[in-house]
């Protein structure tokens, strides 16, 4: 079960558990998104990917070092409310569209994360 407070907005956000990170993640291999894919697509590495859940058997209550950005844009591809998505899926074709309303360094190392406007949002 994911928390609610995981799905807020930036101010309020607490940071996801790494069990909860790979509940989404395995929502998104149901919808054919594989971290190999989610690599493609972001830019990320998909060691990246896999960081923000591992050991999430063993240790699930650790917090999960993904960034808000991410966060927000994996609970939108397997249609998990926030923000605002409307409960929507993100088709494949869509998700460059979806990627252009956030800066360049969005998906980047956590010392480097900038945190998309409200109005980038919004476009979602």
């Known amino acids: 079960m ?3 407070s ?10 996801p558990l790494v069990s909860e990170v790979a509940e989404v993640v395995n929502l998104l291999k149901e919808h054919g998104y594989d971290s190999k894919k989610l690599a493609l697509v972001t830019g990320l590495q998909e060691k990246n990917i896999n960081s923000w859940t591992a050991n999430y ?37 869509d998700i460059r569209r979806v990627l252009r309303l956030f800066k360049p360094t969005a998906f980047g190392p956590r010392n480097t994360f900038v945190c998309p406007t409200p109005e980038q949002f919004s476009k979602l």
């Open 57 to 93: 058997k063993k240790e699930p209550l650790d917090v999960s070092t993904i960034p808000y950005p991410c966060w927000c844009f994996l609970s939108a591809l397997a249609g998990i409310p926030n923000i605002s998505t409307n409960e929507k899926i993100i088709e494949v074709d």
């Open 2 to 4: 994911i928390r609610e």
């Open 6 to 15: 995981v799905f807020s907005s930036y101010d309020k956000w607490s940071k």
